[in-house]
């Protein structure tokens, strides 16, 4: 595994500080489906698209351009090819999907929850797709990208989509205050048990953090 670290881009604004209470029981969630076996089961699936369909109606106002900015960072400075498909995983109302049409021919916009596709605009070059990130309804090898912003990392299936140069793209737009939120060394980590050695770059933007990884070239 080879993670490297490059510069961050300091916030123009001070941080705003979050209890704890907000987002570390949903930190350790995060991790168990990242790295256990059953870590994702049915009555997970379920209280977390309860959880994702109340908070639906108020979704779009979690945007802004500030939030944006990690992900803009991680496409331009994580080294991603323009062009290509891109998967973009848990897009609730489709805030960052804009940003992806910036860097992708085309984007597969996926949430498990109905309640934020029917709240999602339609742009061209996009499909909606309503299907668990754990069991996606695509082809082996047919992203050249998989972005999870804000969005749980299932490293056997995003292996399975994702083409042998492309790229899983991770970032958490509060950084370690974000509720869904890996570090840099165990998102590196939990894809290399499934995609084998990998290159990874890391840094922050703003209170932004993210991640990039992909297959190492001398992989088979």
Same mark, same amino acid.
């Given at each position: 595994?080879?993670?490297?670290?490059?510069?961050?881009?300091?916030?123009?604004?001070?941080?705003?500080?979050?209890?704890?209470?907000?987002?570390?029981?949903?930190?350790?969630?995060?991790?168990?489906?990242?790295?256990?076996?059953?870590?994702?089961?049915?009555?997970?699936?379920?209280?977390?698209?309860?959880?994702?369909?109340?908070?639906?109606?108020?979704?779009?106002?979690?945007?802004?351009?500030?939030?944006?900015?990690?992900?803009?960072?991680?496409?331009?400075?994580?080294?991603?090819?323009?062009? !290509?498909?891109?998967?973009? /995983?848990?897009?609730?109302? @489709?805030?960052? +999907?804009?940003? %992806?049409?910036?860097?992708? &021919?085309? =984007?597969?916009?996926?949430?498990?929850?109905?309640?934020?596709?029917?709240?999602?605009?339609?742009?061209?070059?996009?499909?909606?797709?309503?299907?668990?990130?754990?069991?996606?309804?695509?082809?082996?090898?047919?992203?050249?990208?998989?972005?999870?912003?804000?969005?749980?990392?299932?490293?056997?299936?995003?292996?399975?989509?994702?083409?042998?140069?492309?790229?899983?793209?991770?970032?958490?737009?509060? !950084?370690?205050?974000?509720? /869904?939120?890996?570090?840099? @060394?165990?998102? +590196?980590?939990? %894809?290399?048990?499934?995609? &084998?050695? =990998?290159?990874?770059?890391?840094?922050?933007?703003?209170?932004?953090?993210?991640?990039?990884?992909?297959?190492?070239?001398?992989?088979?």
């Amino acid at each position: 595994m080879t993670l490297r670290e490059i510069e961050p881009i300091a916030s123009e604004t001070p941080r705003v500080e979050r209890d704890p209470d907000e987002y570390v029981a949903m930190q350790k969630v995060t991790r168990q489906i990242a790295f256990e076996d059953g870590g994702w089961d049915p009555e997970r699936k379920e209280r977390i698209a309860q959880l994702f369909e109340g908070l639906a109606p108020e979704w779009h106002t979690r945007g802004g351009e500030d939030r944006l900015r990690p992900t803009r960072d991680a496409l331009s400075r994580g080294g991603i090819p323009s062009g !290509g498909t891109a998967l973009e /995983i848990g897009s609730g109302t @489709g805030i960052h +999907t804009p940003v %992806l049409l910036d860097r992708f &021919g085309f =984007v597969i916009s996926v949430d498990l929850v109905k309640e934020m596709l029917d709240l999602s605009p339609r742009p061209d070059r996009t499909a909606l797709v309503r299907a668990d990130a754990a069991a996606l309804p695509l082809a082996d090898g047919s992203a050249d990208a998989v972005v999870c912003v804000n969005a749980f990392v299932f490293p056997s299936e995003y292996a399975r989509v994702l083409r042998q140069d492309g790229y899983v793209v991770v970032v958490a737009t509060s !950084g370690d205050q974000t509720p /869904i939120y890996l570090p840099p @060394g165990d998102v +590196t980590a939990a %894809l290399e048990r499934q995609l &084998g050695p =990998v290159e990874a770059v890391t840094s922050r933007h703003g209170w932004g953090t993210w991640t990039v990884v992909r297959r190492a070239a001398s992989s088979p």
